[in-house]
């Protein structure tokens, strides 16, 4: 549910929250598909984009350009980052809104052990990873392992069983813990950064 008060400005966020078929694409097709939108949103307003085209390129790379990552990652930060005017989404402010959701949505519930895991399955280069990489990795046994992965990991939703594979299983990380790789913005004020646009 996006907030009622961004669905009045002018219902920024229902632009990138509905619902998308199409999963990989590349950037052009990402852009046509965005501006398609906003322009079906105008009907007589002067709607102006968002957000940067910086903030798009960076969640581009994040999600390989899974498009249904890379709108709910916008509709997010947007929602985020509204109160009672639009803003203009700049890499910063989606830095600080993102990386401030996947703290208290996931990583506020877990326990230091188990954000170590999570960081580990995370930065996996493969994208997916078993209970023996994991122990091998941060060094603790694998029973410990599965007890963070199913007491806490996979309870909160920060992690899914990808596939399996005999005996081993492969988990992948939830589509938002990737905001964790998201650069730190600078030290300014959350208000600093936001940028009002114009609309009509």
Same mark, same amino acid.
């Given at each position: 549910?996006?907030?009622?008060?961004?669905?009045?400005?002018?219902?920024?966020?229902?632009?990138?929250?509905?619902?998308?078929? &199409?999963?990989?694409?590349?950037?052009?097709?990402?852009?046509?598909? &965005?501006? @398609?939108?906003?322009?079906?949103?105008?009907?007589?307003?002067?709607?102006?984009?968002?957000?940067?085209? +910086?903030?798009?390129?960076?969640?581009?790379?994040?999600?390989?350009?899974?498009?249904?990552?890379? &709108?709910? !990652?916008? !509709?997010?930060?947007? @929602?985020?980052?509204?109160?009672?005017? #639009?803003?203009?989404? @700049?890499?910063?402010?989606?830095?600080?809104?993102?990386? +401030?959701?996947?703290?208290?949505?996931?990583?506020?519930?877990? @326990?230091?052990?188990?954000?170590?895991?999570?960081?580990?399955?995370?930065?996996?280069?493969?994208?997916?990873?078993?209970?023996?990489?994991?122990?091998?990795?941060?060094?603790?046994?694998?029973? =410990?392992?599965?007890?963070?992965?199913?007491?806490?990991? +996979? *309870?909160?939703?920060?992690?899914?069983?990808? *596939?399996?594979?005999?005996?081993?299983?492969?988990?992948?990380?939830?589509?938002?813990?990737?905001?964790?790789? &998201? =650069? #730190?913005? #600078?030290?300014?004020?959350?208000?600093?950064?936001?940028? #009002?646009?114009?609309?009509?």
């Amino acid at each position: 549910m996006v907030d009622s008060i961004v669905q009045g400005i002018p219902r920024v966020a229902s632009i990138f929250s509905e619902h998308i078929t &199409l999963d990989t694409m590349d950037m052009d097709e990402i852009k046509e598909v &965005l501006q @398609t939108r906003l322009d079906k949103m105008k009907i007589g307003e002067n709607i102006i984009k968002p957000y940067d085209d +910086e903030v798009l390129d960076i969640l581009y790379k994040l999600y390989n350009g899974n498009i249904r990552d890379i &709108l709910n !990652s916008l !509709s997010t930060a947007v @929602t985020s980052a509204t109160f009672d005017k #639009p803003v203009l989404l @700049t890499k910063d402010l989606l830095s600080i809104v993102l990386r +401030e959701a996947v703290e208290s949505r996931f990583l506020a519930k877990l @326990t230091p052990r188990a954000k170590d895991v999570l960081k580990i399955i995370l930065e996996t280069k493969k994208g997916e990873i078993t209970n023996r990489s994991i122990a091998d990795l941060s060094g603790l046994d694998r029973s =410990n392992v599965s007890s963070y992965i199913h007491q806490e990991l +996979e *309870r909160h939703s920060c992690v899914y069983l990808k *596939r399996k594979n005999g005996k081993d299983k492969f988990w992948s990380v939830r589509p938002e813990i990737r905001w964790m790789l &998201l =650069n #730190p913005a #600078p030290k300014d004020s959350r208000q600093g950064l936001i940028k #009002p646009y114009i609309g009509g």
